[in-house]
């Protein structure tokens, strides 16, 4: 405690001197250009500890950039030949304004230590190449005249997308540091389309072309159409034999033929149409092509897609009394023959797709197509949005056909006489939703059926204020109807305290029954509690 407070009393000596002369008696010498801002005795201790050696921490709480690389052990700090020592073994100061904290032999640095190994054609680069602000992404880093941080590893931090990412943008899954071309380390063997026979001998140019894209040369490598041989070859037959090349040929050579290409299929007792066209010799012909096959089913050649959903006293129909030869996902089978199974097709279900039914499920890798114990009820296929709100009274077995048509959902057909509530008036052009389906003070859209009083008040607001309230209840039918809210239909003026005669009785309402505001709601006076002339007439 001595020791600093006589350090405190010195520094207070120095301060009243106030002579330039007095602090160069204390300071080794000048900062560098870089640490000018910390010139001044009053900024000693933001490098130095007071009476100790410059800290390491203090350093890198301002050189934040290089604190975060050393943090995360990357970078040539964090290397082993540098972790571990003080600042100023490598970086001192007060040295001369004009003096270079940061100097090392680049031609002997070892790169290595960076995290980066500088190999191939890297290795004959200048610092200078790779080391300057276009590649450095940190704003704050590339406002620096000069740093050696900011770069990271990856190869399109220096180097253009010549791909237009249309590839990896790992660089190195195809090229190699000695040279960009030819790409080494790329295997075609390795990619969707395999070179093989007269391919491996194409140059890469004839498949992969080369344009401008973006203004830009580009060579496309990546969506090269390779779905049949004419992608890329003419079709020397015109589109005679269909385009799948490969029946008759082989990539070792186009005059090398596998097949019998002049062989008139028609002319046997199975005719190729639709898909059968396109299906190689091989597919059905498992041995010689003279073999006989079985061809009077479909299921002779095709496994039971549907595996025995149709099957009757353990016979499947025949592929053909529902789809054609043009493709599975084309079917013949139509509405009648719908309807005379077990459920029928009425209203929307009509205009409803098979898919909106039938659901395709994948299990363990096979596509299955659901057509029979699909469901026969409403609630089966259909959201049952009312759930037990509705009593089984009038909703009994969940049967949406008690209110509800397959025409057109919103019809709505319910006898609301049988309800201890029967619609007349207004009320008869109202839809359940108004009713039934209320909105909660949370935004909830909330159903109620059961129980819901038939009280005005309760879905209507009482906009006179509770002033016709008896017994806590507000009787809207005392006044008005069911067919019009206004005018107040039932409504006498000379059954109340005060009948109308003479020329009161041609004077409009709102001349005496005036707007009232209480607790921000205005509503109109009518429980007027004094007739006197003088409270109308002045």
Sequence with gaps: MKLREGHIYFIIFLVLMGSYHGFAQISPGELAKVHTQLEGMTNCTKCHILGKKVSNQKCLDCHTELKARVVLK????????????????CHSDHHG????????????????????????????????????????????????KFTYLGLNTTCLTCHADYHQQTLSSNCTDCHVAEAFKPAKNFDHGKAKFQLAGKHQQVACVLCHKTGVQNGQKFQEFKGVRFDNCSSCHKDAHNGKFGTNCTQCHSEQSFSIIKGAQ???????????????????CNACHKTKLTNALKFGRCVDCHADYHKTQFEK?????????????????????????HNAGAFRLKGAHLATPCFACHKKEITRGDTNWHF????KRCVDCHTNIHQT??????????????????????????????????????????????????KGSDGTVRQQ???LPT???????????????????????????????????????????FPLDGRHKDVACIKCHKVKQEKDIAFVLYKIKEFKCENCHH
């Design 449 to 451: 059926f059961n129980g």
């Design 372 to 375: 029979r114990e699909i469901g």
């Design 262 to 280: 002049n062989f008139d299929h028609n002319k046997t007792d199975f005719i190729l149409e639709g898909k059968h066209l396109k299906v190689t």
């Design 313 to 337: 006293q353990g016979v499947s129909p025949d592929c053909s009394q529902c789809h054609t030869v043009n493709g599975f996902n084309e079917f013949t089978f139509t509405i009648e023959q």
């Design 74 to 89: 990357k970078g040539y700090h964090a290397s082993s030949d540098i972790a571990g020592k003080e600042c100023v073994t």
């Design 97 to 144: 304004l004009n003096f270079q904290i940061i100097r090392f032999v680049k031609e002997k640095f070892n790169h290595s230590l960076t995290g980066f190994n500088l190999t191939g054609a890297h290795a004959k680069k200048l610092c200078i190449d790779c080391h300057k602000p276009e590649f450095i992404k940190d704003q704050k880093i590339k406002k620096k």
């Design 389 to 438: 709100i509705i009593s089984d009274k009038f909703y009994p077995d969940a049967g949406c056909e008690n209110c509800h048509n397959e025409s057109k959902w919103n019809s709505i057909a319910f006898d609301h006489k049988t309800t201890s509530f029967e619609l007349a008036g207004a009320h008869t052009k109202k839809t359940c939703r108004d009713c039934h389906f209320r």
């Design 455 to 497: 009280r005005c008040a309760y879905c209507h607001n009482d906009m006179h204020a509770n002033q016709f309230e008896q017994n806590g209840e507000t009787d809207c039918s005392r006044c008005h109807d069911l067919v019009l809210f206004k005018p107040a239909a039932k409504f006498d003026h000379n059954k109340t305290l």
